[in-house]
């Protein structure tokens, strides 16, 4: 692609739970260059997972000096952020972490969250009692290991520590933190209450500020090590389903991203502060508004799982990969899968029900059925519980969902796409930028920089959001795919009270894993 010799670029950062992105954009969203690292995860006990936080700041410099080799560095104007989420390290005076950061995905804390889970947390915090949520493992913590949260000078975010690994600074956006469930989100401030209850004070956190704000300048060492002008800007972003949706172009009401990624993220706009146990509400991207995001722990996990434990048939190696030559296979398969239907919940239930008991099922099964029924049915579980959850959000809300903006794996998939718009009824537009997330983080870093003379957050997504294509409903699938749905409603109801008795009988652990 050719560009001016006057362009200029913006960094989007996106530090994930395995691997840092760091991705070049031009003034129009064009990706220019791309770094990548990946970094583990442990799991030193039955549903733990932790991080080397240092990790997170040695995938980030190296992305980025790989991105930046490639372009002309002069040319970079701003550099923004984002970041998996309610992930968290305890670190003392020097910055150096007390013990390893615990993820998002970590389920340590069912007693805690048993406990502690109340209605007036989820109306102050916006995020109903559930295994996210930083403020359950630091009562874990404070429980467990008192000694790590008082010696804490620091408690950070993704974002936050990456910030001032960038800059010195201890800043950190509020549509970054407000994850970690510690801020009022009707005021986007810390709130006194829950810091009191998990035992912080407001001194051991960083300084909040609203996305698309300068947290601070680039050093004069990271910017030397890194090859990029010295004190470029860098930007507060959000997190990292909120920038997917900024990326994408959902900027108003009636639009809803999806993020078909390991699990699927789909996240609306609001103007207003609303709470419920129909999503979870973040702060927006743009600052003063609200993302309100529904979850399903196992979106294309679903899929990673199937091909671990079944793959695709022997004798069909014609150059395709497992999941292109089992697409074919279920394409076949009419909607319905011949009578098999899948509950995705192999990761625990979130939005609406909020069960770490609950669990997958595949029901209906026969004789007839083989591999290819199953793939389809799972493919229509996750498109069910899409529908469940968005019309969730659209009763609460009195807004109906128009259509969806589809990122990620799965929005790849020419028939899970379709299957989606069939299912819900919505049109399914996926996005042109593979790197969605990182764009949204670079959309902030332009209009904070006032990048192609625009400075308006919503005005610049617009120039840099791009769409690929869209997928229609079919209204003959559709209406058959209405009668499936109406069955699909019934199916948890009918296994939520069986699901806690099979996980103890059995001497499965409960809570997500």
Request: aromatic share 8%.
């Amino acid at each position: 692609m050719e560009h001016s010799s006057g362009s200029r670029y913006v960094i989007g950062i996106d530090s994930s739970t395995t691997a840092t992105k760091a991705v070049v954009f031009d003034e129009a969203g064009h990706a220019v260059s791309e770094g990548r690292r990946t970094f583990p995860l442990q799991r030193p006990h039955p549903g733990w997972h932790e991080q080397n936080a240092r990790h997170w700041w040695d995938s980030t410099r190296d992305a980025l000096r790989e991105a930046v080799s490639q372009i002309d560095a002069t040319r970079i104007a701003a550099i923004g952020l984002t970041h998996q989420r309610e992930s968290f390290v305890c670190l003392d005076r020097l910055g150096n972490d007390l013990r390893p950061a615990i993820l998002w995905l970590d389920g340590r804390a069912g007693k805690q969250i048993a406990e502690h889970g109340s209605r007036s947390v989820h109306e102050v915090s916006g995020k109903p009692p559930d295994v996210t949520p930083a403020f359950y493992k630091l009562i874990w913590l404070r429980e467990n290991e008192p000694n790590t949260l008082r010696a804490s000078a620091r408690v950070v975010d993704v974002a936050g520590y990456l910030t001032h690994k960038l800059t010195g600074e201890w800043r950190t956006s509020w549509a970054s933190a407000d994850p970690l469930g510690l801020v009022d989100m009707a005021s986007f401030t810390w709130s006194p209450k829950l810091l009191d209850t998990v035992g912080l004070s407001e001194d051991q956190l960083p300084e909040l500020v609203a996305p698309g704000t300068v947290l601070g300048t680039l050093s004069r060492d990271v910017a030397e090590e890194l090859g990029l002008p010295a004190d470029l800007p860098v930007v507060a972003g959000a997190g990292d389903g909120q920038c997917a949706g900024l990326g994408a172009g959902v900027t108003r009401p009636g639009l809803m991203y999806a993020n078909m990624g390991t699990a699927l993220a789909a996240g609306t706009w609001s103007e207003n502060y609303r709470w419920s146990r129909a999503y979870r509400t973040l702060g927006g991207p743009v600052p003063g508004t609200y993302t309100l995001e529904t979850l399903l722990s196992a979106g294309s996990y679903l899929i990673s799982w199937f091909m671990d434990k079944f793959g695709a048939p022997p004798g069909t190696d014609l150059g395709l990969s497992g999941e292109e030559v089992m697409e074919a296979a279920a394409a076949k398969i009419p909607p319905g899968a011949d009578g098999l239907m899948a509950l995705p919940y192999l990761n625990a239930a979130q939005t609406p029900y909020w069960d770490p008991n609950a669990r997958g099922a595949i029901i209906g099964w026969s004789g007839f059925h083989g591999r290819q029924h199953l793939y389809r049915a799972l493919l229509e579980g996750v498109a069910f519980e899409l529908r469940l959850t968005t019309d969730g959000v659209a009763e609460d809300t009195g807004v109906p969902v128009e259509r969806y903006l589809a990122m990620g794996g799965g929005s790849r998939s020419r028939l899970w796409t379709q299957i989606v718009a069939d299912v819900t009824g919505r049109p399914v537009t996926v996005c042109a930028e593979t790197e969605t997330t990182a764009l949204g983080a670079a959309v902030l870093a332009a209009a904070a920089v006032g990048l192609g003379g625009v400075d308006d957050i919503k005005e610049t997504a617009a120039r840099m959001a791009r769409a690929k294509a869209t997928v229609d409903p079919d209204p003959v699938v559709r209406s058959r795919y209405e009668d499936l749905y109406q069955v699909y409603r019934r199916v948890y109801p009918a296994l939520k009270d069986i699901f806690p008795p099979l996980l103890a009988a059995s001497g499965a652990a409960g809570g997500k894993a």
